[in-house]
Every structure is written in C-alpha cells, then in structure tokens.
C-alpha cells in the first residue's frame, strides 16, 4: 500500500470517529496549552520581580526603626527605653573608619500628606531626606534641582516632586518649577521634577514627595532625634556585605547589644534580590509541575479513550485482518492516525499556549520559554502514539476470528 | 462417507485434479470456563478446484467454525488442513494475510461490514489491500456491487441498510477481489427469494468460470444450487452427496437472465485479474508472492 492509501485510511479512521478525536486531540491540547502557559506565567513574574527589585537598587540597605525596645536588658525596672536612630548613626556610618565600604547614608523621615495646587488636590507620601536619597534609591531629575544639603541645613521648605504628583496637581504642559504646592497647611516650594521609575507594584515609586529632612520634622510631623529609617548606600553591590555588618557592629554599639540582638531590621537589597530569584524559580518549577500533571491528566484521558473504544476498534480490526489485512498494514494505520492526532493535537495546543501568552494573567505578563514547547510538543505526541499503537498492536495479533469475537 | 466415493475422476488437466482444500479430522474445542466444549468431532473432507458444495447442518452444528477453520480465519484445536496442498500450520500471519486477501473471499453470516465506512469504501477496502490504485480500485467496487445490485446505496453507511442491503454488500466485498475460493456463510439468509436467486446466480457464474464455492445454507431449494452437499452433525460429516460432477456447469446457472451475460461475470468484477487456480500458492504464477519455495 501507498503513503497517500495509509494516509487516505488514517484519515477516514479519524474522521469516521469524530467525538474520540476530538476528545483525543481536547486531551492533549489542553495539556500542552496548560505547560506552555503556565511555564510561560512563571517565567514572565520571575523577570517582573527581578526588574522591580534591579529597581530598587542592589547596593543599598535599608534599616529601618521597628519600635523595639532597647540597650539590652533592663538594669534596673527603668532603664528600658526605644530604640531610636539617630544623627550620631548616621555620623558613625559616615566615617570611613568606622564604615570603610558605606558611600552614603541617608535618614528619611516620611509621612502622608495631603498635596493641594490651586484647586487640585493629591494624596501622596511625603519623604525627608538629604541629597543622597536620591541617589541611593536610584531617583534621577526629569527637570530642576535636586535638594542640596546646604538646604537641608537651612531648613529650606522645597520639594522634588514625582511624576504622578505633578500629573494630579497640575495641567497638561504647565511647569511646576518655581511654583508653591502645600503639603497639608504648609506651603513649600517645587524645584525639581523626579523621572519616572514606572509602578513596580509594592509601592508606587512615582507617587512621592521629597524634601529636606529638617523642613519636614519642622513643618509636618514635629522634631525628633529619631529617623524611621536609614538608607546605606555601598560603595558596590559586592561589598554590600561587608557594609551591611559594619553597619551592624556600629549600631549594636550605639544600642549597648549584640548583633545577635539588634532593636532593628537591616534588609539587604543584593540578599533580597537573591532570595526573590530563588523564589520566583521555584515558583516557576511549581508552575511547571502542575503543567506536566495536567498533560499527564490529558495523556491518561488520550488513554482512557483509546482504550474505552478498544471494542469497536478490535472488531473493526478483526474484519479488517479477515479480508486481508496484514499486521503491519494495521499497525500503519494506527500509528498514522495516532501521530495525525496528537500532531494536530500538540500543534493547536501550541496555537493555544501561543495565544494565551499574550494575555496579562493577574499582573504579570507571560514570557514563553521555548523548552517548554519543544517538551509539551513532544511528550504529548509520545503518549498520543503509544496509547494510540499498544491496544492496537494487541488487537492485531489476535487470530481475526477472536478479535471479531471481541466485546 | 467421504467425498472421493462419489467423486468422478476428473478428466481435466492434471493441475485442476489436485484437491484445493483438505480437512482431515478437524477437531475445535472451546473453553467455557472449565469445561472444554468439542464443537467439531473430526471434520474431512476434500474439495476440488471449481466444485460447489453446500455445508448443512442443524443450527449449532458446526458449520460456521468449519466455515472460519477453511477461510484461515481460525485454527482447528487438532486435525490437518492443506490448502493447496500446503499444511496451513506452517503459513506465517502474514501469508494468511495475503491468502484471505487474495485467494479467499469470505461472505460472513453476521455481514461484518465496517460500521464507520460506506458502503462503497468496505467493498473496496480488500483491494486497498492489495494495493490496486484508487481508480480501478472504485470501478471494480462499484461493478461488484452492481452485479449483487447494490450500486445505489455506494454512499450509504452500513447501519442506514437492511439486513438484506447488508448482505448484498458483504457478498459485494467477498466477490471483488475474484478471489479462486469463495466461503459464503448463509449468504441469502435474510434475502428475499428474487434477491437470494441473483446472489446464488453470481456464485453459480463464478463457479461456472472454474471458481470453488462453498456455501453454508438452511435451505433445500439453495443448496440445490449447489453441486454437491455435505451435512454436518454434530460436528460431524454425516453425509456427503454429489448431484454434479466437479466439471459440470452448476445446475441452476441462469446466464439468459443477465443483461451483461454476454462477458463472463469475472471479467466484469475484473477486467485481466488472475486466473481462478492457483492464484497465490502454485509455483508456475511467480508474480504471486507466496510460492512454495519461499517457505
Ligand atoms: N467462541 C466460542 N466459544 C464457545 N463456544 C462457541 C464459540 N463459537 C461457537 N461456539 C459453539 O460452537 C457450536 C457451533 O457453532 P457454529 O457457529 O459453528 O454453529 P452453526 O452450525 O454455524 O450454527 P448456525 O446455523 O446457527 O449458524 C455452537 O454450539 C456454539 O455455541
Ligand atoms: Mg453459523
């Protein structure tokens, strides 16, 4: 027999079967559709996280004042008190004896308040700082100037201020340098426009105000020694290490504790980064396992039809061996309607993933890895053929009067 | 008891006298779960080339397992079967294949069409078999099912016919391939007797041609189609009588009744097919592929 009679019998054998096939070719569809996508989600938040925290900054840290009580344990009943960071941390972290890998540290002072413009008002987060904020936490000047220290000296009530900000309070085209928002009651003054960082989804890093340290305890949330947090900067993110535990030694000699004991919480952001990479991989593995279980469901539904139809096949193989059919030619057959099947099965399903891919799923946009196609492609024609060929290849070895006795 | 008693010597060519088939204590014995039930009880017979006999038999007797044993579709518990002279044992699958493909045509009494395919596509599914290509392939379906009177229902499925249809077509797909042996299992058993009359006339004309048939039947008036008849019993051959000898035109041959009659129903099945003898196993038709030397 010909290629084009195999080819022409497979056909007639899929089509003459409409519901199985379609039920075969829905099984692995599904399966390899589900891989493609799922492996795909898992790959695109990896990257997402990865890009958010590259955001951040990967040579900073942040320690940041939690509130707890300090200077080890009580003397006497009295003695306990918060622990505070404060202008003399920020002293001993800039001295490069004490601290030889930290470049910048940066207290922050933050709050929320209300911006108003003339009639247009805009709920945003305000944050006191000095220069070097900007810097540290990677912000750069789409127009004006940055805040200088000699204005956190003075006090001075002026403010950069984020896109989103700018967006709320004031027209198309107008430009806000030079102009006076409040902040509350509190009047200050625009003098530079932040670029935007883009949403990175944990805070909305376009949505801020900032300003001098002093001006803000001054005018908004009243004086104190105390910061709510410090951001370190690392003279390179390999060193992050070495000026994360100075800074440790500096402030559990400050707080009168151990490093064991520390009143506050240092995040590493290179540690953060890492400990997000290795969880967004695993959740990419975890997406892929449930993937592959969902083939493996497809792959034994593919089974369960071919053996549910096991019946009418081994009839229909008996009659065909009794006018004339060897073996082979009916092993042929099958095996041409098994690859037909999962090929057109594997291919819509790639189709499918394909275009599933396109989509944003809760947030995240997927990004296609190409293993996972070739492997889903591949395993779903692998359990198409075999489920397809072992009932058959029973069936045909069966003198063709048992077979057509078969039921 | 066995047919040479009453067989004429045949006064033809020599190769025409070898027997075509032999049993020789044929024995089946099926498993109904511990009990082994003997369904045939030592069957012989011998049958020449272009004889024409008809098995009888009460229901239950055996005649349909003897019927599958000599179609090569089932093997006989004990006992020998030469077809052709060849001990049937030592055919491999795939000889069998092409001997039921190309020698044999089988006429089943439960139809056995494929359900899914058309009428037209399950009579030319044996050609398929052998490779003819599509175009001869459909000519020949379609004059098969004409000469059984069927060529208006080629598209129809299987289901969407009588049993009458049904059986017409099955004798359609047995008849197509011009095969030297036809086994027909009560092939006019659900046929009205004008429809019964045209099947028997196809089977007498190819028997006429010097084709063997052998045919199972319930009925006295279609076995007297027939040239001989062989009752069974009980798994057991209880009489054999010949009416005709094996060279004799089959007695009911009504060839005047055929518009077409003036070529010969073979050619009209198959214009230049092999001849009615020695189709697969004899030596002098290399072009056949199962000859004794490869074995
Ligand atoms: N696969 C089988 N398993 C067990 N017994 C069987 C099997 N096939 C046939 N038989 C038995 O063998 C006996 C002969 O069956 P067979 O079909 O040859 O009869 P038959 O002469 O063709 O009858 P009918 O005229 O009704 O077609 C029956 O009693 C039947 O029950
Ligand atoms: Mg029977």
């Known amino acids: 027999m010909s290629w084009a009679d195999n080819f022409i019998i497979a056909i007639r054998g899929i089509t003459a079967n409409k519901v199985r096939s379609a039920l075969t070719v829905l099984g692995l569809l599904i399966g390899v559709s589900a891989v493609i996508i799922l492996v795909a989600v898992g790959n695109g938040s990896s990257l997402s996280v990865e890009q958010r925290i590259n955001q951040l900054g990967s040579n900073t840290l942040t320690v940041l004042n939690t509130g707890r009580f300090g200077r080890g344990p009580a003397v006497s009943g009295t003695q306990t008190q918060e622990a505070t960071l404060t202008m003399t941390d920020v002293k001993d972290m800039e001295n490069p004896n004490e601290a030889p890998d930290v470049k910048s540290v940066s207290p922050v002072v933050s709050t929320s308040e209300t911006a108003t413009y003339g009639s247009a008002s805009y709920s945003t987060s305000v944050i006191g700082s000095t220069a070097s904020y900007l810097s540290a936490e990677d912000y750069t000047l789409s127009s004006g100037n940055p805040i200088t220290n000699q204005e956190v000296t003075s006090h001075s009530r002026v403010v950069d201020i984020g896109s989103e900000v700018v967006s709320n309070l004031f027209d198309p085209g107008q430009n806000p340098i030079g102009q006076t928002i409040q902040l509350g009651s509190v009047n200050f003054q625009v003098v530079g426009v932040l670029a935007s960082k883009g949403s990175s989804g944990l805070t909305n890093e376009d949505s801020v105000v900032i300003a001098p340290y002093t001006a803000v305890q001054d005018e908004l949330t009243g004086y104190s020694q105390s910061f709510s947090e410090l951001i370190v900067q690392g003279k390179s993110s390999s060193t992050l290490n070495l000026a994360e535990s100075e800074v440790e030694s500096i402030l559990a000699a400050t707080n009168n504790t151990t490093i064991a004991n520390l009143p506050f919480n240092i995040i590493n952001q290179a540690s953060l980064l890492s400990t997000a990479k290795s969880t967004t991989s695993t959740l990419t593995v975890l997406l892929g396992a449930v993937a592959a279980i969902s083939l493996l469901v497809g792959g034994i539904g593919v089974m369960n039809i071919m053996l549910v139809t096991v019946t009418e096949r081994t009839r229909e193989i008996g009659i065909r061996k009794a006018i004339g059919a060897s073996k082979a030619a009916i092993l042929v057959q099958f095996l041409f309607e098994a690859v037909l099947l999962s090929l057109i099965g594997g291919a819509l399903g790639v189709g499918i993933g394909m275009i599933g891919t396109v989509f944003r799923i809760d947030g995240v946009r997927p990004v296609v890895a190409p293993y996972s196609i070739i492997l889903a492609f591949g395993v779903a024609v692998v359990i198409g053929v075999f489920f397809g060929l072992y009932p058959a290849n029973r069936a045909a070895s069966l003198r063709p009067i048992d077979a057509l006795r078969y039921d | 008891m066995t047919s040479t008693l009453t067989e004429p010597k045949a006064a033809k060519a020599a190769k025409s006298s070898k027997p075509v088939i032999v049993l020789r204590n044929i024995r089946k014995t099926y498993m109904m779960g511990h009990v082994a039930v003997e369904v045939l009880r030592g069957i012989s017979m011998t049958i020449d080339p272009g004889d024409f006999a008809a098995i009888m038999g009460a229901s239950g007797s055996g005649k349909s397992t003897t019927m599958h044993i000599i179609g090569c579709l089932d093997v006989p518990s004990r006992g020998y079967y030469w077809l052709d002279g060849i001990d049937v044992r030592s055919l491999t699958d795939e000889d069998l294949s092409k001997i039921r493909n190309r020698k044999i045509g089988f006429v089943f009494q439960s139809f056995n069409l494929i359900p899914r395919l058309s009428v037209l596509a399950n ?173």
């Open chain 2, 123 to 295: 009579v030319e599914l044996p050609l398929t078999y052998q490779g003819v290509k599509k175009q001869e392939r459909r000519e020949r379906a379609v004059a098969a099912l004409s000469a059984t009177g069927m060529s208006h229902r080629l598209i129809h499925m299987p289901t969407e016919l009588s049993g009458g249809e049904q059986q017409r077509v099955a004798v359609a797909r047995a008849v197509v391939t011009n095969p030297s042996i036809l086994l027909a299992d009560e092939p006019t058993g659900n046929l009205p007797s004008h429809q019964s009359a045209e099947v028997m006339n196809i089977f007498s004309q190819l028997n006429a041609e010097g084709r063997t048939v052998i045919l199972v039947t319930h009925e006295e008036d279609i076995a007297e189609h027939a040239k001989r008849i062989i009752r069974i019993q009980d798994g057991m051959v209880v009489r054999d009588t010949r009416s005709l000898p094996v060279d004799a035109l089959p007695p009911r041959l009504d060839a005047s009744s055929k518009k077409t009659a003036s070529r010969p129903i073979s050619a009209r099945l198959a214009d230049g097919s092999s001849p009615p003898h020695g189709l697969l196993l004899n030596t002098d038709t290399p072009s056949e592929s199962i000859s004794r030397d490869s074995k």
